[in-house]
């Protein structure tokens, strides 16, 4: 008898059952282990009505508790999402009323060699916030800015091959309880880079290790000490031995332009308050940035990050539009003017365009131009998703809202957003669905 066959294809997709995954023309979708179970078990049985109760017993174990049929609901309406499905002319999945639901498009099986797996998978990544060992608790402003900075870092490693969770997930794990294999599931990543620093005068001190989330492999373990002026060249060394470890190849690094302890200390802070989310966080937020600027003149992502701050006080209503367009544009053609190369800046050009200047064909270009330096640039995608909902394109706008879900998963931003390409295109059942 011939095995299993370990992957099932349709239309356009096909997954697989070893590696839990949905790829659409070989890109990895992201899909709750829920919503993956739900597929699996209808692709098992193509024709064949499946059951409510049988999709009930598949799905979760026995000793679960939870609303079974919302969950089930839920699964399907993600599914359907993803897929580009619709319930009332389906291609996929058709329900069947008060009884379950059937797979109705062919699907075919095949083995694939763990080779061509590897040559074809995008690796998932997600960098735990780092604990803050350092004697004094205001340094916490230190590592939770030096977990941005390693996803960053990795992140542009080599999109291709590797993709990277954003910090607004990453950073939902702080001091948490749970096992890596726990966090790895809700993340739908495959390794998970952990760490502390302690932070002295002058000096850092980091310890990471990279575990692989299927078996909870150490892969490695490294301390690293160093003067805080080489802390650049070491985030650069963490991100080379993740690489090695995980054997792709790297794409030619970025320039750090000599920023200076003093400077980057200032970046940090800004960010740090940034992320606080609040109008007067966002105040303080431009002044560190500029600090770090008067240090270092040519600190593009300082700039960029000052443009994004102008566009949330504006969107907090803490600032009128007109006082805010002029210095946001001056700050992200600032950035542009030091490094061309830098996604972020390309982003925050965009909204001025769109936000600002309703200049739709701008905006789009430089949107575009983000994401395709930054693949996994999570706010990109939901920033591009809404100005595809404004122009009315909201077919576009749910891939790339997906695609900001998928390298953000966690996002209360992102969560908030997921029902607009439906409300905007007055499908108003699926839109309640996703809310």
């Known amino acids: 008898m011939s095995p299993a066959p370990k992957i099932l294809c349709f239309g356009a997709f096909e997954a697989d059952l070893d590696s839990g995954e949905l790829r659409k023309q070989g890109m990895r979708v992201r899909l709750p282990h829920q919503a993956f179970r739900f597929l699996t078990t209808l692709l098992e049985r193509p024709g064949d009505l499946v059951t409510r109760d049988e999709l009930r017993s598949a799905v979760w174990a026995s000793d679960t508790f939870v609303d079974f049929d ?99 997930s990453a950073m939902r794990y702080k001091r948490t309880a749970k096992r890596v294999d726990e966090i790895g599931r809700e993340l739908g990543v495959d390794y998970i880079l952990e760490g502390s620093v302690r932070r002295a005068e002058n000096r850092i001190r980091i310890t990471s290790q990279l575990i692989q989330v299927k078996d909870q492999t150490h892969l490695w373990a490294e301390s690293y000490n160093r003067e805080l002026a080489d802390v650049f060249h070491l985030q650069a ?120 200047d309703w200049n739709w064909s701008a905006a789009e270009h430089e949107f575009r131009r983000a ?26 706008a749910r891939a790339e809202q997906a695609r900001a879900e998928e390298w953000d998963p966690l996002s209360v931003s992102n969560a908030m957003t997921r029902a607009d390409p439906y409300y905007f295109s007055r499908q108003y059942a699926s839109a309640i669905q996703e809310l």
């Open 70 to 168: 919302h969950g089930l609901n839920k699964a399907v309406n993600k599914l359907r999402q993803v897929m580009n499905d619709s319930a009332h002319s389906p291609r996929f999945i058709e329900t069947v009323a008060k009884r379950g639901y059937r797979f109705i498009a062919p699907v075919t099986g095949r083995e694939q060699s763990a080779a061509k797996v590897s040559a074809v998978r995008r690796i998932r990544l997600a960098v735990l916030p780092f604990e803050n060992l350092s004697p004094d608790p205001s340094q916490e402003f230190f590592s939770d800015g030096l977990t941005d900075e390693m996803i960053t870092e990795l992140g542009r490693l080599n999109p291709g091959r590797l993709g990277v969770i954003a910090r607004t």
């Open 237 to 356: 060394e963490v991100a080379h031995r993740v690489a090695s470890s995980l054997a792709f190849e790297l794409l030619p690094g970025r320039v750090t332009n000599g920023v200076s302890p003093q400077a980057y200390d200032a970046y940090l802070k800004g960010l740090y308050s940034w992320n606080q989310g609040t109008d007067t966080a966002a105040w303080n937020a431009i002044e560190l940035f500029r600090q770090a600027i008067a240090l270092h003149p040519r600190y593009a992502l300082a700039y960029s990050a000052i443009a994004d701050c102008y566009g949330r006080l504006v969107w907090f209503g803490a600032l009128r539009p007109d006082e805010a367009c002029a210095k946001a544009r001056e700050a992200a053609l600032s950035a542009l003017e030091i490094d061309q190369e830098l996604g972020e800046a390309h982003c925050s050009l965009a909204l001025v365009h769109f936000w600002f």
């Open 371 to 396: 994401i395709s330096l930054k693949p996994n640039y999570a706010a990109a995608h939901n920033w591009y998703a809404a100005y595809l909902n404004v122009i009315g394109r909201h077919a576009e």
